[in-house]
């Protein structure tokens, strides 16, 4: 990026005057924003102003600055976006008291995240652009084209919401007040993010309606006991900031290379063969089963290895399914499983209709608490002993199945196991040796 | 050497080589990993990688950043994809180039989380108002993953669009086994496509002739006054009803794409001279297709087969050659045939069969086996 001396500018509007009705109060307000502006000495290629939709929406087509008009309700993600890619920008947002409501969702996360930007509410109590339809901020009782019977209900404290949920700059004024852009220009400057609700009127709709007047506007500060003025100011630590100090910490060019298997045993196998195991979640079936698939690897064989689990983790069936193949696997499925091993009851259970599929040519592993197992297929009991922990006996199990089937050397499982993390291989390679043994 | 590895790995190592910077997502299985693990990588790489506090949020914190200069992906499912839409509509209409993973799950509504499926495809082309297109690709393998994120983000810059990156549950979860080279780096002859971040003329940031030239972008911070919106504009970035102006914006925002059509189509063209049946699928089940050519070449029968990598626009050229020396054509996809829709508009003689499937398993070899 290039950098400017920064020549202070007279002002930050263009040419083009507001297009807002007689005596609506968005321009005023942008007035105030543009003296702010100047005043703050900004450099114009820094300040991106981010509207929302409505009236208030087409206010940055009258400014010099940057600018960027998005989707109703959506402003305070793009100035986000903008504030995390570019820190260094003043980024404002413009928005109605309508995209307080559709996205009031999104300013609550902005507060709570403290990201650097600075929201104005053109808080006129509806709709402007739409027909003066009521909205989250509609006082009781009032009429707008769609609140007939007087609203029912109660306006949304826009700064208490922001300033509850950790807002580092909260402010309510109206477009009245003679130091509107001496409190813009100040949540300018703070770095966390800023919101001014500012109250003004709809002389279109609302004012008529409601025969309102700024006396009225007092008057419905006053009855919801609503405070005006700076309501919050605390020096809390900005996120695009607090992101990029953490992030300098960290060990630079870390990106996780991929795990190198480099075939060093052979393999005795002629074809894709499909290996299902059943067991419970929780219990390392997965791990099992890619533990058996990087031995297979590192034995020159293609592998892969297929999960099927509930939504929960920790509870209810786990099923692996793993191919084995000398050539590169396109399809990592199989129509039906050439050998099955069984972990536990739920296990047993989910694997019954691959049990059902399999005939008199494939093999079936259980374990000597499953009882006997109902299938055509040749059934082997793998007693582990007693010496394996629960938390090894499915790497045991899976040990001693495969060296059963013999398509790869047992070296090649004991090889595999010592790539498993550092906080879970001395178990591993105990249960893979246990296993290895059992068979 | 070799990796044991997965789609959804191949696709984060896909978006580091291509310089992605910003990464913003909300979690969803079964695009979750890639949300966890660019977010472990990217304060690495000196990038930016954040969980939202909603789809609309995650998609929207993209667009602010894409056009701040970052290299910027989402990734999601089906259910966020619903939540994109609109924002979809606003990169198409503001010329942003972004990259959207949509890791499809059985489908509708919740659908099934743990489930493939392949329903999406329409979908992502018809997602948001309006019928302007996108660009759709669809990896077959973990390789696939890898190269089409590469080439996703250089036709998101080049296009200045959403390009969208279409897997599914099995080939971002299935773990297997790759060649090293599959994943690796290509070197600077397999980059293509010109970065087009150059400074846009000032106060000028779109251009809609010729029509289908593709405007330099400019952002944030780089020059003043850039300025962007989601109304109908003229090539000031300023709100227009001008029926002329905003006449040559749309013609602009689909011959973009559409003049391009062809360079666009990326496909795998395996036809047998003699062949009276083609396969046609994309994504996942082409897997499964290319063992079912191998085991029926083995047994002596002719087949041709065609896997798509361009989903949209629609290869259609590549479609028309392939179509053409066949009588009976199989389009096997995970939904209720909605890319057959597609091979049925261009074939003209050609008998058209769906092999599809909805219950959450793959379309298997011996399916592709049984249809022909
Ligand atoms: C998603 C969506 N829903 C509805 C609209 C229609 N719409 C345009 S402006 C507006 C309300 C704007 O009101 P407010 O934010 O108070 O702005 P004002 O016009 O009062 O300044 C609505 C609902 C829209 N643009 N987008
Ligand atoms: S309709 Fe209301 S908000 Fe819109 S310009 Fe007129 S007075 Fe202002
Ligand atoms: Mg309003």
Redesign the interface.
């Known amino acids: 990026m290039s950098s400017t001396t920064i020549t202070p500018l007279g002002t930050f509007r263009n040419e083009t005057p507001y297009p807002f009705c007689p005596g609506c109060g968005h321009g005023p307000i942008l007035d105030r924003l543009n003296e702010a502006l100047v005043r703050l000495e900004l450099d114009p290629r820094r300040v991106v102003l981010v509207s929302d939709i409505g009236c208030s929406g087409l206010s940055d087509q009258y400014f010099a600055t940057s600018a960027f008009h998005g989707l109703h309700g959506r402003s305070v993600t793009y100035a986000t976006g903008i504030k995390l890619a570019r820190p260094e920008l003043t980024v404002v947002v413009l928005m109605g008291d309508g995209g307080t409501g559709i996205g009031g969702h999104h300013l609550i996360n902005a507060a709570r995240r403290n990201i650097g930007i600075t929201v104005l509410v053109f808080n006129n109590f509806n709709f402007g652009m739409t027909g003066g339809q009521h909205s989250t901020t509609t006082p009781l009782g009032a009429l707008t084209s769609t609140t007939p019977l007087g609203n029912l209900e109660r306006p949304l404290d826009i700064c208490g919401t922001v300033a509850a949920n950790g807002a580092a700059y909260v402010c309510r004024a109206t477009s009245f007040d003679g130091d509107l852009a001496d409190r813009i220009a100040e949540a300018i400057r703070r770095p966390g993010f800023a919101l001014l609700d500012v109250w003004e009127l709809c002389t279109a709709y609302f004012l008529p309606a409601n025969r309102w007047s700024k006396k009225s506007l007092e008057a419905t500060l006053g009855e919801l006991d609503f405070a005006t003025g700076v309501l919050r100011d605390e020096p809390v630590g900005e996120y695009a900031a607090a992101y990029r100090e953490r992030a300098a910490g960290l060990a630079t060019g870390g990106r996780d290379e991929l795990e190198a298997l480099e075939p060093r045993f052979s393999a005795r196998l002629d074809r894709k063969i499909s290996v299902t195991l059943g067991g419970s979640a929780g219990a390392k079936v997965g791990s099992a089963a890619r533990l058996a698939a990087r031995a297979a690897v590192l034995s020159g064989l293609w592998a892969a290895e297929r999960s099927d689990y509930p939504v929960t983790v920790k509870s209810g069936y786990s099923v692996s399914e793993l191919i084995l193949a000398p050539e590169p696997i396109d399809h990592a499925g199989a129509e039906r499983p050439d050998v099955i091993g069984l972990l536990s009851a739920e296990g047993l259970r989910k694997a019954r209709p691959l049990l059902a599929r399999m005939d008199e040519r494939g093999r079936v592993f259980t374990l000597p608490r499953l009882g006997p197992v109902e299938t055509r297929s040749a059934v082997e009991t793998l007693d582990l002993g007693a010496q394996v922990p629960r938390t090894g006996v499915a790497l045991a199990f899976v040990a001693a199945l495969f060296k059963r089937l013999g398509c790869f050397p047992p070296e090649a499982f004991a090889a595999a196991a010592s790539l498993l993390p550092d906080s879970y291989r001395r178990e591993g390679e105990r249960a893979v040796a246990a296993g290895l043994e059992a068979a | 050497?070799?990796?044991?590895?997965n789609g959804s790995?191949a696709i984060v190592?896909g978006a580091?080589a291509s310089g992605c910077d910003?990464f913003?997502g909300y979690p969803i299985?079964p695009a979750s990993p890639i949300l966890m693990q660019l977010l472990h990588?990217l304060?690495?790489?000196?990038g930016?990688g954040?969980q939202?506090?909603?789809e609309?949020?995650a998609i929207?914190?993209?667009?602010?950043?894409?056009?701040?200069?970052?290299r910027?992906m989402t990734a999601t499912s089906g259910p966020g994809i619903s939540l994109y839409s609109?924002?979809i509509g606003?990169a198409i209409m503001?010329e942003v180039p972004l990259v959207i993973v949509d890791v499809q799950r059985l489908g509708p509504a919740t659908g099934g989380?743990?489930t493939v499926g392949q329903g999406d495809v329409q979908f992502v082309r018809w997602g948001t108002s309006g019928g302007y297109p996108i660009i759709a690709l669809a990896p077959s393998?973990i390789g696939e993953c890898y190269a089409l994120t590469r080439r996703a983000f250089d036709l998101a810059e080049r296009f200045r669009v959403p390009v969208f990156l279409l897997t599914d549950k099995?080939l971002n979860?299935?773990?297997?086994?790759i060649d090293?080279g599959e994943?690796a780096e290509p070197d600077a002859a397999a980059a293509h496509g010109a970065p087009i971040r150059e400074p846009a003329p000032a106060g000028e940031p779109y251009r809609y002739e010729p029509a289908a030239e593709v405007p330099p972008m400019a952002?944030?911070?780089?020059?003043?006054?850039?300025?962007?919106?989601?109304?109908t504009h003229d090539e000031r970035?300023?709100?227009t009803k001008d029926a002329e102006t905003v006449e040559r914006l749309n013609r602009h925002l689909e011959a973009k794409i559409e003049a391009h059509r062809t360079a666009l189509e990326l496909a795998t063209v395996d036809l047998e001279p003699g062949a009276e049946t083609l396969w046609i699928s994309y994504g996942v089940t082409a897997?499964?297709m290319?063992?079912a050519v191998r085991a029926a070449r083995a047994a002596g029968r002719k087949i041709s087969a065609l896997t798509l990598q361009t989903l949209w626009p629609v290869p259609e050229s590549t479609l028309r050659h392939a179509l053409g020396g066949a009588r009976r054509v199989v389009v096997a996809e995970l939904n209720l045939g909605q890319y057959r829709l597609e091979v049925e508009r261009l074939a003209r003689h050609q008998e058209v069969i769906g092999l599809n499937r909805v219950d959450g398993g793959?379309i298997?070899?011996?399916q592709f086996l049984e249809a022909a």
């Open positions: 050497m070799r990796h044991f590895t790995t190592r580091l910003f913003a299985t990588e304060p690495r790489a000196g930016v954040i939202a506090e909603d609309i949020a929207g914190m993209c667009i602010g950043a894409a056009m701040s200069g970052a910027a609109e924002n606003l503001g989380a743990t393998s099995e979860t299935t773990n297997n086994t090293a994943c952002c944030y911070g780089d020059v003043p006054g850039l300025r962007f919106t989601g109304s970035a300023f709100i897997g499964a290319r063992e793959l298997g070899p011996d």
